[in-house]
């Protein structure tokens, strides 16, 4: 069975005329003029139309997509959108110091959570750099007790963060 290229028109006895946009291993992504998208069967009992001539690549755009995007999220410092808590949307942070004389700070808060996830973010991928390096396995644990460690001082943080699984996790949460 040689398998139909993208663009190809096919007349279906359930859905009707369609043109083949997509194919995987098992499936033709077909849009159908009167049914919209469908997923059918290679197999499937149709008439050929017209078939495209092209090569056939069995892996989707969806899921070479999904593949990319869990390679940059393992190996990239680029950071996931995270939700500040709703309470501190808009509020600001301000830091007064201790001796009158001096000016205190003001930060909206939105930017400092920023900071604090690209830190966390950072962490990361250094844990993923660590894990996957020449270094021998104990250097490897030492390096990643300092880095849990690191999660445990930042777990004063947690309350910006809206969904509890992105916060950060010290000792006792690995």
């Known amino acids: 069975m040689k398998l139909l290229g993208i663009g190809s028109r096919i007349n279906h006895s359930e859905y009707g005329k369609g043109v083949v ?3 995987t291993s098992q499936h033709y992504w077909v849009t159908f ?3 919209g998208l469908e997923t059918i069967d290679l197999d499937s009992e149709f008439d050929i ?3 495209a001539e092209d090569d056939v690549d069995t892996v989707s755009f969806y899921e070479v997509e999904r593949s990319l995007k869990q390679i940059l ?3 990239s410092d680029t950071s996931e959108v995270i939700s500040i808590a709703d309470k501190w949307k808009g509020g600001k942070l301000i830091m007064e110091p201790g001796d009158t004389n001096l000016q205190g700070k003001e930060l909206p808060i939105d930017t400092f959570f920023h900071k604090i996830t690209m830190v966390r973010d950072r ?3 250094m ?3 660590i ?4 270094l021998d396995e104990q250097e490897k644990i030492d390096l990643q007790q300092y880095i849990t460690r690191i999660y445990g001082s930042l777990t004063s943080f947690n309350v910006l963060f809206k969904l509890k699984s992105q916060q950060f996790v010290g000792q006792r949460g690995k």
């Open 131 to 134: 894990n996957s390096s020449n």
């Open 21 to 23: 946009t997509n194919v």
């Open 127 to 129: 844990e993923q750099k």
């Open 33 to 35: 003029i009167d049914n």
């Open 73 to 75: 999220k393992k190996w």
């Open 49 to 51: 139309i017209e078939a």
């Open 123 to 125: 962490l990361r991928v």
